[in-house]
């Protein structure tokens, strides 16, 4: 294993200052109406989504994990800019987890950090080695790396006294899950926006939930951000989440608004409608003032 990495902002700026750390992100953004529109458009997303969820306490500490992708980008830009605004009452820890996965460019995040003095974290930790000796060639990595890489997280906001990790799903990463647990786990499960651990002590958030992907490589593309590739380990060609994610493409396609609609289904459930009597009482379930059995 390689040793955890904390490092601390040189740019100048005071850590604390989430809008001088907004101001300097968001002056490499271009000075239009359409991204001024995007910008407000999404800040007030995430708000309510926060909100919905219950996710800020007041005086608490996120862990905001960074991998390098457009999602994580957009998961900070867009709560530095509620916190420059008084609309987040917690401090932020920005994470990268440096998995030592082959030709990652592991000085691109920290430089980025320091560019507008976010406070942050590298955590460095060699789990492709230990995947890559579990898991046979030619299968994918993804389900194993996603448990090291939770559980590392989980310790590392233990560290850092932060009640919450925050990733950067967004609406297609929920539909697309929906649809795997659907099809090939036969049961009907998503990813939540607010998740409790099973030790009790640390949350998952995840706020932009509700927030299309476009959105989102909108935004990041107008910030410049240097996006990391998520094929770095070589174990994505052919999964089943691409395979999900065009399909709800082709869908959106062919009747615009199908993934607005399949998202609000998903905080619509009717157990009655549905088949699991662990859910619903379908035994006890009899016509008014019939109390006989039916045969």
């Given amino acids: 294993m390689m040793p955890a990495t904390s490092l601390a902002s040189q740019s100048g700026f005071d850590q604390n ?3 001088a750390m907004a101001r300097a992100l968001y002056s490499r953004a271009p000075a239009t109406a359409n991204f001024n529109h995007l910008r407000k458009r999404l800040k007030r997303q995430v708000s309510e989504t926060i909100g919905r969820y219950a996710m800020a306490q007041k005086g608490s500490r996120w862990l905001v994990c960074l991998s390098g992708g457009k999602d994580s980008y957009a998961l900070l830009a867009i709560l530095l800019d509620l916190k420059a605004q008084g609309d987040l009452p917690v401090d932020l820890l920005a994470c990268n987890l440096d998995q030592k ?9 920290p430089q980025w950090f320091e560019s507008f003095g976010v406070p942050y974290r590298i955590e460095t930790r060699d789990t492709y080695s230990i995947v890559t000796d579990k898991i046979p060639e030619g299968k994918t990595y993804c389900s194993l790396c996603s448990r090291l890489r939770r559980g590392i997280l989980y310790r590392v906001a233990r560290e850092e006294e932060c009640s919450a990790i925050v990733l950067g ?3 297609e990463d929920a539909l697309a899950t ?7 786990g036969g049961r009907l499960a ?3 926006g607010k998740l409790l651990n099973d030790e009790g002590d640390v949350t998952v958030l995840r706020p932009l939930i509700e927030t299309a992907e476009s959105d989102l490589a909108r935004l990041t593309a107008a910030l410049g951000c240097p996006i990391i590739p998520c094929n770095l380990c070589g174990s994505q060609d052919g999964l089943q989440r691409q395979l999900m994610a065009k ?6 396609a062919q009747a615009p608004g199908t993934k607005a609609s399949m998202l609000k289904a998903l905080s619509q459930v009717r157990p009655s409608h549905l088949l699991d009597r662990e ?3 379908f035994e006890g379930l009899s016509p008014r003032g019939n109390d006989t059995d039916v045969p």
């Fill in 17 to 19: 200052d989430y809008t």
């Fill in 101 to 109: 996965q082959p030709d990652f460019p592991d000085h691109i995040l």
């Fill in 169 to 171: 799903h967004h609406r």
């Fill in 178 to 184: 929906f649809m795997m647990n659907m099809t090939k």
């Fill in 190 to 192: 998503s990813m939540p």
């Fill in 247 to 252: 399909r709800l493409q082709e869908w959106e």
């Fill in 279 to 281: 859910l619903f009482d």
